[in-house]
């Protein structure tokens, strides 16, 4: 469960950082560019990931 957990808090940073990136224009080639919406949805869902991979690291192996 702690892997899994840091798994996929490491995917939704990566991908919150690809919406934010969108979001802002600076990564265009997608109908999210420049798209306000995206931008706010990849900063929750960035946040969201450093939490679960946070949580995943500081939490202690079970036995």
């Known amino acids: 469960m702690r892997i899994g957990s840091l798994v996929l808090g490491v995917i939704a940073i990566f991908a919150g950082g690809v919406w934010i990136l969108q979001g802002a224009g600076v990564l265009p080639g997608s109908f999210m560019t420049g798209q306000r919406m995206w931008l706010v ?12 991979a946070y949580n995943a690291i500081r939490r202690p192996a079970r036995p």
């Open 41 to 52: 949805i990849g900063i929750i869902v960035a946040i969201v990931g450093v939490a679960l």
